[in-house]
């Protein structure tokens, strides 16, 4: 595990492959760390990629370089973050792939930064999200698979989330993944990241900001509001779902019309919502589709 400071973060990361290949960073979701993606960046930095896996913000070993700073992770500070982590290793551009957290992070460079984005891979499909408008309530199906949202906007889910962390989540990706048969040792590599002494203070401000029950950070009111008009993420990309996914929704057609290089769109079957453990070939495919 090496580190990259940033004005905020010193941020751990896994890196692998030549340090002359074209650099692709992989980005994990809630609740996860780095370790999702052992079964795919080996493979890719065998190809010869330069391959880089970061914990985000409040996870592993990653850390906020000052106390005084806010522990906040609305979507345009992990987006912002993954741009500064380019900045201090010199990447001037880099292929994206991730899910949940990591695939929104990945899509808002996307939208910001295009440029700077050889591909992207999204986990999920267009997953930014509107904190500027209060949306309207899903169908009750739909609104019970959120059930861990309403609980960690609550006193009682942040006092849950402090002390049963590693049941917890590891409830959840039972949950979302259910035709997944991880077993205790895949589950132990991942559970000490939660350890970190942000993750509560980090995971609660993500799941309230986004519901309009927690402030952001001003500096990046411009951006949640130019997000909130759904642009769209015009750097070729390729959308894969996980077909056994117990959480993430079905993308509209209007979402997908948001990619206008959109090279692919595939489900994949027998995967859930944790697809680099699940189903590491189609995530490797991907990426290998999108450079091409």
Same mark, same amino acid.
């Given at each position: 595990? #090496?580190?990259?400071? /940033?004005? =905020? %973060?010193?941020?751990?990361?896994?890196?692998?492959?030549? $340090?002359?290949? /074209? +650099?692709?960073?992989?980005?994990?979701?809630?609740?996860?760390?780095?370790?999702?993606?052992?079964?795919?960046?080996? !493979? %890719?930095?065998?190809? @010869?990629?330069?391959?880089?896996?970061?914990?985000?913000?409040?996870?592993?070993? /990653?850390?906020?370089?000052?106390?005084?700073?806010?522990?906040?992770?609305?979507?345009?500070?992990?987006?912002? $973050?993954?741009?500064?982590?380019?900045?201090? %290793?010199?990447?001037?551009?880099?292929?994206?792939?991730?899910?949940?957290?990591?695939?929104?992070?990945?899509?808002?460079?996307?939208?910001?930064?295009?440029?700077?984005?050889?591909?992207?891979?999204? =986990?999920? @499909?267009?997953?930014?999200?509107?904190?500027?408008?209060?949306?309207?309530?899903?169908?009750?199906? !739909?609104?019970?698979?959120?059930?861990?949202?309403?609980?960690?906007?609550?006193? !009682?889910?942040?006092?849950?989330? *402090?002390?049963?962390?590693?049941?917890?989540?590891?409830?959840?990706?039972?949950?979302?993944?259910?035709?997944?048969?991880?077993?205790?040792?895949?589950?132990?590599?991942?559970?000490?990241?939660?350890?970190?002494?942000?993750?509560?203070?980090?995971?609660?401000?993500?799941?309230?900001?986004?519901?309009?029950?927690?402030?952001?950070?001003?500096?990046?009111?411009?951006?949640? #509001?130019?997000?909130?008009? #759904? +642009?769209?993420?015009?750097?070729?990309?390729?959308?894969?779902? @996980?077909?056994?996914? *117990?959480?993430?929704?079905?993308?509209?057609? !209007?979402?997908?019309?948001?990619?206008?290089?959109?090279?692919?769109?595939?489900?994949?079957?027998?995967?859930?919502?944790?697809?680099?453990?699940?189903?590491?070939?189609?995530?490797?495919?991907?990426?290998?589709?999108?450079?091409?």
């Amino acid at each position: 595990m #090496r580190t990259a400071r /940033t004005s =905020i %973060l010193e941020i751990g990361y896994e890196v692998s492959g030549p $340090d002359t290949g /074209t +650099p692709v960073i992989l980005l994990h979701g809630f609740p996860d760390d780095a370790h999702a993606y052992e079964r795919v960046a080996p !493979r %890719l930095a065998g190809e @010869g990629y330069r391959v880089l896996v970061p914990n985000l913000r409040g996870y592993g070993a /990653t850390r906020f370089l000052e106390s005084s700073t806010p522990r906040m992770a609305q979507q345009a500070a992990i987006a912002q $973050d993954l741009l500064d982590f380019m900045d201090a %290793l010199g990447l001037d551009r880099v292929a994206l792939a991730g899910y949940d957290w990591g695939g929104r992070a990945a899509c808002i460079v996307g939208i910001l930064a295009p440029e700077r984005v050889r591909g992207l891979v999204t =986990i999920g @499909g267009y997953n930014v999200q509107n904190t500027v408008t209060p949306s309207e309530p899903a169908p009750p199906h !739909r609104e019970r698979m959120h059930w861990y949202q309403w609980y960690f906007n609550t006193a !009682r889910g942040r006092q849950g989330l *402090a002390g049963n962390r590693y049941e917890l989540c590891r409830y959840l990706w039972r949950e979302w993944s259910p035709t997944w048969d991880f077993d205790d040792a895949e589950y132990a590599t991942t559970a000490p990241s939660f350890d970190n002494p942000d993750f509560v203070d980090v995971v609660i401000h993500s799941y309230r900001h986004r519901h309009g029950n927690a402030p952001g950070d001003p500096r990046f009111d411009a951006i949640e #509001r130019r997000l909130a008009g #759904r +642009p769209a993420i015009a750097v070729p990309t390729v959308i894969l779902h @996980g077909g056994d996914d *117990a959480v993430a929704g079905w993308p509209s057609e !209007r979402e997908v019309r948001a990619f206008p290089a959109l090279r692919a769109r595939r489900i994949i079957p027998g995967a859930g919502h944790f697809m680099p453990r699940e189903a590491p070939n189609a995530v490797v495919d991907a990426i290998r589709d999108v450079l091409r």
